[in-house]
């Protein structure tokens, strides 16, 4: 019986040491944040719009008149014309090669053919070009997202697009080679705010532009937040949910398109094409990483010369300058984002 009775007190005793929280005994204050470690800021905030890996989608532009084109480069007569639609596939993919906490590297390429549908361009020579070919930007870029510090991180970004209105490829020549870049150095304030400023050479205007930049990304709560790349592109943002998001801005784009024009001074024109697009997007999940995204606004002519040079500026080198009109448009994308 003695014998029972000390094995029961055995356990009894083991149980009540295993109840025993064993984080009582460890004194914390011995511990600290490991010594050694270097952190790295991140490039984005948070709730912000998820990066596009892959995206496929459709632009269309309601009518507008093309004013003052010319009849032929030695005629001093001009012709006015209606554009029915303009109608464009866009595409775009940026890759990651390099993802890690110290850098991230992204190859991508791009494609936007936008098809004038002109009511009558008869005899003209540019119009029918115009009508009859679709104007075609083609390239390929780079970004580099090198973090140096916890706090700071710079960005670097490279492009080179084929631009033009071809006819067949023979018409390609390195005339209708566009290059630009961007340099930023920013401040990742926190996790949800983010500045950065440096120099872009840039055709977004339809002309080479060198000007300065500003990035600026904040979330001010879970609802509201805001992604600028100032004077490229600024939107205000609300967020639904981290999977709808609903943003209000603009975004200033377009290049410079070479057109074989045999009549024309030196057998090609040059079109520098810019457009500022005041917006409303939508932005949805639909399946993992599949994302809808739907724009809506007004297409206004920001610029829309023909130059008989190349990056031509003067206007001893302008052919003529078209005062488009200012129509409606809405764009559909499907895109793979990032994480």
């Not at 937040?225 to 943003?247: C, D, V, W």
Request: aromatic share 12%; proline share 4%.
């Amino acid at each position: 019986m003695q014998k029972i009775v000390l094995v029961f007190s055995l356990f009894l005793s083991i149980g009540a040491t295993a109840q025993v929280d064993t984080t009582d005994l460890i004194d914390y204050s011995k511990f600290g944040d490991a010594e050694g470690v270097k952190r790295y800021s991140t490039q984005k905030v948070l709730n912000q719009v998820p990066q596009r890996i892959l995206s496929i989608g459709y632009e269309y532009q309601g009518g507008f008149v093309l004013p003052g084109v010319p009849l032929g480069a030695l005629l001093p007569a001009f012709q006015d014309f209606q554009v029915k639609q303009v109608s464009a596939i866009r595409a775009q993919a940026n890759i990651p090669v390099i993802s890690t906490n110290k850098i991230i590297w992204q190859l991508g390429a791009n494609y936007w053919s936008s098809k004038y549908s002109i009511e009558n361009p008869g005899s003209n020579e540019f119009a029918s070009r115009l009508n009859n070919r679709s104007m075609t930007s083609a390239g390929i870029n780079t970004t580099i997202f090198k973090p140096l510090n916890e706090k700071n991180f710079l960005i670097f970004q490279a492009s080179a697009d084929f631009n033009g209105v071809f006819n067949q490829l023979s018409e390609l020549n390195g005339k209708a080679l566009t290059i630009s870049g961007t340099a930023i150095y920013g401040w990742k304030k926190s996790e949800k705010n983010m500045i950065g400023v440096g120099l872009s050479r840039t055709y977004r205007a339809g002309q080479i532009l060198h000007i300065p930049v500003l990035l600026w990304n904040k979330t001010f709560n879970d609802r509201w937040g805001m992604e600028l790349l100032l004077p490229a592109r600024g939107h205000l943002r609300y967020n639904f949910s981290t999977s709808n998001i609903l943003q209000l801005g603009f975004e200033l784009e377009g290049n410079q398109f070479m057109m074989n024009l045999p009549n024309s001074t030196n057998g090609n024109v040059f079109i520098q094409r810019g457009e500022l697009k005041p917006r409303i997007i939508w932005d949805k999940k639909i399946s993992g990483f599949i994302w809808l995204s739907a724009q809506a606004g007004l297409r206004y002519n920001w610029r829309f010369d023909v130059m008989n040079e190349y990056n031509g500026k003067s206007d001893m080198q302008r052919y003529f300058t078209s005062n488009l009109g200012n129509p409606l448009y809405f764009n559909i994308s499907l895109n793979f984002v990032s994480p």
